[in-house]
């Protein structure tokens, strides 16, 4: 376990959130907490209670649906309004009242945009500062202050700024956080400043990065090395225009290349899958050459290094992979993936390490589906049906003759989606339709209309996700459409892969090889061909 | 003009090209060798002449082909084998004539990677880097010498890693590069590091960082503030693995922040231009959310910030983008407020400023319609026709009676997609179907055939392109699905949103929106309510 003298502290369903593209809904917001916590980030900013319905909502479910292990939760939010008492903003009250241990406040400490953009005084904003940390510390709850624009007001007037660090320390905050807002500042001038204000002031000094000159992380770094303790990061480097300083790696920096036991034991090596099912839950494609998490992190070209690689792999990679939960990989070379699809093969139970022909076979067929728009990384489900096909042993459950979809709009504004499937189940030609709150959830209910009576087991299992993503064709080809659906049978998941050039089509291929899987994992046998 | 006293010296053809997924033609670096030249670097490595085809014709067709205005090419290669002179080995010749003026060498300076990979003395290493400069130097040709794996190697033993420095230097080797080649320091290991080499050498020292910690453009600054007055970056930041330096970041970090006159008069502003265009070329999508350079770098979200951008934009923004060649952008969001509204309205042409009660009901639509699941972030379109709407100007060209889509797949495996719509166009009944090769192509076409005599100029508005997101699909609730699609008429392009608990239907209202917008863009009055 980590203690209380140094803070990673998590913003990404703050700040994160505001990056362009990002849209999170409140069940996105509790599942993206529920892997930071697994992470194990030490506070998760959840977002300001009172500002929108989403965040009040967020905070009310947490109470009773977020088991937090390792975070505590945090709200964030505005110093009281001028000229009004802080017991009295209902902004102030929202924060509160939120049920969260730890409020995170935002402040001014850029003269220029205290008289600009705030339109009060310079004295007015001291005392909205050390009012309202003063109030939330006697209602109980602990207070950090984000000093928004510091590096920029301190460039401007250092003794303002400093002046409002000083406020936040003497009413009360226990970290008093150096936002670089517009992201311009370069680590020489981090390490100088937050120099400077700690000796100052003596406060305890967070530090809060933007990228918008490529240098959050190294910022971020830089101000722990001039004595911060406290840094405040995002999932992904996910954030406002260009992003904020990356958790995934600011964390691993301090842990692996400056020992400092900033996370509980373990957690590190959660860091690549955390990374990669938070981006599932944005929608954002995982960047393949993220530092750390991405595909291409611990890539190496095979040719003038591969041989030392073989001898001694530390001698051409900064960190061990494993220690993050990712892997080497060998890309280019026909043996690289041989040996994945043997590992792959493992995995799933089958040993190949005997049968050359057939993974050569495997490789050369998932070369060809990846090359048409297929990706099996996540489709473990219909890797494993392909396999199965490769070795002789094709999984089949039902031929299908024929399918349709229908979707209509009617004149009362009231739409009604409907599919008919055409099947010959264990000899037995069926034709089954059904109604569904789209085409694909259609074709789901005939397909199980269909086959219920032969394989009653396929009411345990249903879809828990679905997810398209449009590959873009080069200029003039169609675009292709990639489905993933997730199933379940309240025991384990599974997921399936179907591409083609429009999404019901695409989704449909999926949905079959989902059905089929599910009828495996129920243990029923396979219709001979 | 930039003299010799600091280098800008880029390898996105040499060790960019490393990166997984870039497989560059020779007209490819033809082209990107143009660019870079227009954005002013000083020197352009193209390649190793003779260790593969592609390479040495690419330096024989730049001899007449390319006429740079800026830049000079570099040409590399690597240290003459083990017990070879120099001007005897075939490698070290192709280097000397491959016409190009200056050589980068690579050299081994980690003792272990001498001793494994290379298999020969540390004394014969020594040997190796002397000779080679010294032919290559005496043929007339300017030398650099990349230290390979320095860091790490002066980590391990300081002394070799020096011994390998000062060998290059007295050799005549132009400028000595440090390369992090493995990509794990963090700034302050370069700033030590650096600054003791130059101390001990006294040579020209140049920095060549990657990316593998997140922090490659900072170790470069670093290492400029620590003395090094070359450095070797990437466009884009592309290279193996994570990938290079950025020399869209550390460039302008120089210019901007650090007052560095690096590029030739006038090249900065031509810098997002040359990154899309190199983008555009190795065929990646440009980075959305890359510093400087990307689409997002100055966009603004918060509803907070906006009201005080109005008043001055230098508060929120680290350099005015117009300095490389990129645009502020003003983003709608639930978060938004009455501000950004105001300023999104102006961008489009509609001044609010005197209009409190129509600004505030547009905050509370965008708000419970992104609650929904829409997205105005990218949907200008969309957002436009419905501040028409609430400005009492609704734009209207048809009304849907019904619409219905079909997809049918056949026993003898191929695919129908077919629409019908039924319309009322200028008090007309119209029945209309068409087939498509998906239910969105086939409901386009449908739309398309309804309305093309009465609205003739729809022929010159078109899809393309087509996104789908599903927001949440979790604990039994209905996913819902949010449609963005792209039209253009070839001059400018509009983006609207539908959103809907099926993508037919989602798509469907989106695809509705883009036509509107189309035909209003093509002078159509709209119809009376």
Redesign the interface.
Known sequence: MTDDSFHVFDTTLRDGA????I?L?V??KL?IAKLLDEFGVGFIEGGWPG????DTEFFERARTELDLRHAQLTAFGATRRAGVAAAEDPQVAALRDSGAPVVTLVAKS?D??VE??LRTSLDENIAMIADTVAHLRDSGQRVFLDCE?FF?GYLHNPAYATRVVSAAAEAGADVVVLCDT???M???DITRIVGEVAQATGARLGMHAQ?????A???T??AV?AGATHVQCTANGYG????NA?LF?VVP?LVL??DMDVLPEGCLREMTRVSQAIAEIV?IAPS?????V?V??????AGL?A??IK??PD?????DPALVGNDMRM?VSDMAGRASIELKARELGFDLSNDRDLVGRMVERVKDLELAGYSFEAADASLELLLREELGEPVRYFD????????????DNS?L?EATV?LHVKGERVIASAEG?????ALDRALRSAMEGVYTALANVHL???????L?G?SGT??I?RVLI?FTDGHSDWTTVGVG?????AS?IALQQAITYGLLRQGYPSLQA
């Open positions: 505001q990056r362009e593209g849209n809904r069940t996105d599942a500002a929108n319905p989403k850029d220029r945009h600009l953009a624009h920029d517009n992201g311009g370069l680590p020489d990228d918008d000159s490529g240098c992380v190294a910022n770094l830089a090395n406002e225009r260009v992003g990356n790696a920096a290349k400056r929608n393949t050459h993220q530092p750390y991405g291409s992190a611990f890539a190496h070209k290094h041989s030392a001898i001694d001698l051409y990679q900064h960190t890309l299908v003759e024929s399918w349709r979809a229908i979707v209509e709009h009617h004149s739409h989606s055409k709150n789209g085409p694909v959830n828990s996700d679905y997810k398209v993503r449009i873009e080069s169609a675009a459409t997730d050039e429009n999404v019901i089509e449909w």
